[in-house]
T-cell receptor, first 115, second 116 residues
Framework: QQQVKQSPQSLIVQKGGISIINCAYENTAFDYFPWYQQFPGKGPALLIAIRPDVSEKKEGRFTISFNKSAKQFSLHIMDSQPGDSATYFCAASQHGSGNTGKLIFGQGTTLQVKP | DGGITQSPKYLFRKEGQNVTLSCEQNLNHDAMYWYRQDPGQGLRLIYYSQIVNDFQKGDIAEGYSVSREKKESFPLTVTSAQKNPTAFYLC???????????????FGQGTRLTVV
């Protein structure tokens, strides 16, 4: 119930291409879905996040698509650049009274963008 | 500048030793978290604390201990009972997310612990 499953584990994309990373969850009470970006030897940093009342959120080249009925959400990176090469984590959490709001993370996707 | 500071960046532990990882934040955040990161397994929650003098076990708390005597500090001790402690440890903090806010969790730069 608390798992978030992420795929693929690794991804290689040519510069200018579209990178797509998918996540699926089981707990329908989750109400916050962030994506984190992590460079080697660094801590993760928030990239973009979405709530389940919208189906898409776009920030620059990064877009989250959310499918509530399928319990899936995905990250799309348009015009991928070598500087986007990093590990990406999806996550989910549940807010509100009686909940801790703790983040449940997916397994991570290592993205390599080739010049 | 506000942020989370973890120290040391690298730590080496001998078999049977306890070691303590430091985590300090000056963001005035209520909640603090410790995660362990292993290749291919994502981030797994060890302990978290939503308020001073209170903390809860996460998914993999065995072999670890924490304290929260001050709002700014949340040290993690890796005890000799932790049989496979070699990993990258990440500390994070946020406003108390149980209040229903879409609050960002800020992470430190991590401590890489190696058993020698």
């Amino acid at each position: 119930q608390q798992q978030v499953k992420q795929s693929p584990q690794s991804l290689i994309v040519q510069k200018g291409g579209i990178s797509i990373i998918n996540c699926a969850y089981e707990n329908t009470a989750f109400d916050y879905f962030p994506w984190y970006q992590q460079f080697p030897g660094k801590g993760p940093a928030l990239l973009i996040a979405i709530r389940p009342d919208v189906s898409e959120k776009k920030e620059g080249r990064f877009t989250i698509s959310f499918n509530k009925s399928a319990k899936q959400f995905s990250l799309h990176i348009m015009d991928s650049q070598p500087g986007d090469s990093a590990t990406y984590f999806c996550a989910a959490s549940q807010h509100g009274s009686g909940n801790t709001g703790k983040l449940i993370f997916g397994q991570g996707t290592t993205l390599q963008v080739k010049p | 500048d506000g942020g989370i500071t973890q120290s040391p960046k690298y730590l080496f532990r001998k078999e049977g030793q306890n070691v303590t990882l430091s985590c300090e934040q000056n963001l005035n955040h209520d909640a603090m978290y410790w995660y362990r990161q292993d290749p291919g397994q994502g981030l797994r929650l060890i302990y978290y604390s939503q308020i001073v003098n209170d903390f809860q076990k996460g998914d993999i708390a065995e072999g670890y201990s924490v304290s929260r005597e001050k709002k700014e500090s949340f040290p993690l001790t890796v005890t000799s009972a932790q049989k496979n402690p070699t990993a990258f440890y990440l500390c994070a903090s946020s406003i108390d997310r149980a209040r229903g806010w879409d609050t960002e969790a800020f992470f430190g730069q991590g401590t890489r612990l190696t058993v020698v």
